[in-house]
């Protein structure tokens, strides 16, 4: 980590990027070096190198999305057979720093009857995310996969919020087309 002034050379090479004062986070390895094509990709929502199975994509996607709207930048640079280095730059802080310790904000909590259904295949995913949510107020509702969300949805017409996972695998039971017929709030 470091801090770093982005000139306006530097900047001109990159449209995205304000001349300024960042933070410079720097991640390197010391493997083969990403292909130009990956480098190219890296950033795209779901692209992955790895086989089907083996993992989603979403990492740098994230991170990206993350300094982006942190109104920074990231760049990675790569050496074919020295490695990788994923360079992010958040704007440093101008302001005066005030003392914070100990004050923590008071986490949202769900009113009375307010209810969730969370759809995730990860046993322990689904089981954190029930338990965290049920601790915040809220009632909760749970199914491990798009027929049983059906299931669970045509059985309480009070879920409000759908919570699921982006990556679910589809549905292809008989229930697969059949959405509950839910009337919209007035």
Same mark, same amino acid.
């Given at each position: 980590?470091?801090?770093?002034?982005?000139?306006?050379?530097?900047?001109? @090479?990159?449209?995205?990027?304000?001349?300024? @004062?960042?933070?410079?986070?720097?991640?390197?390895?010391?493997?083969?070096?990403?292909?130009?094509?990956?480098?190219?990709?890296?950033?795209?929502?779901?692209?992955?190198?790895?086989?089907? /199975?083996?993992?989603? /994509?979403?990492?740098?996607? @994230?991170?990206?999305?993350?300094?982006?709207?942190?109104?920074?930048?990231?760049?990675?640079?790569? +050496?074919?057979? +020295?490695?990788?280095?994923?360079?992010?730059?958040?704007?440093?802080?101008?302001?005066?720093? #005030?003392? #914070?310790?100990?004050?923590?904000?008071?986490?949202?909590?769900?009113?009375?009857?307010?209810?969730?259904?969370?759809? +995730?295949?990860?046993?322990?995913?689904?089981?954190?995310?029930?338990?965290?949510?049920?601790?915040?107020?809220?009632?909760?509702?749970?199914?491990?996969?798009?027929?049983?969300?059906?299931?669970?949805?045509?059985?309480?017409?009070?879920?409000?919020?759908?919570? #699921?996972?982006?990556?679910?695998?589809?549905?292809?039971?008989?229930?697969?087309?059949?959405?509950?017929?839910?009337?919209?709030?007035?």
């Amino acid at each position: 980590m470091a801090n770093t002034y982005l000139d306006d050379a530097y900047c001109s @090479q990159h449209a995205d990027v304000k001349h300024g @004062q960042y933070v410079q986070i720097a991640v390197t390895d010391t493997g083969a070096g990403m292909p130009k094509g990956v480098v190219d990709r890296a950033f795209e929502p779901f692209f992955t190198t790895k086989p089907t /199975g083996q993992g989603t /994509g979403l990492g740098l996607n @994230q991170v990206y999305g993350f300094v982006k709207q942190s109104g920074g930048h990231i760049q990675i640079y790569r +050496e074919s057979g +020295e490695g990788t280095c994923v360079k992010i730059y958040l704007p440093r802080f101008a302001g005066t720093a #005030t003392d #914070t310790a100990g004050a923590r904000p008071e986490p949202a909590r769900g009113r009375a009857g307010e209810c969730v259904l969370v759809v +995730e295949d990860d046993d322990d995913v689904r089981g954190y995310v029930v338990e965290t949510l049920g601790a915040l107020g809220y009632d909760v509702f749970e199914a491990s996969s798009g027929d049983a969300a059906l299931r669970v949805m045509n059985d309480h017409a009070a879920i409000q919020l759908l919570l #699921t996972d982006v990556i679910s695998p589809v549905s292809t039971g008989e229930n697969s087309r059949n959405w509950p017929k839910r009337k919209s709030p007035d």
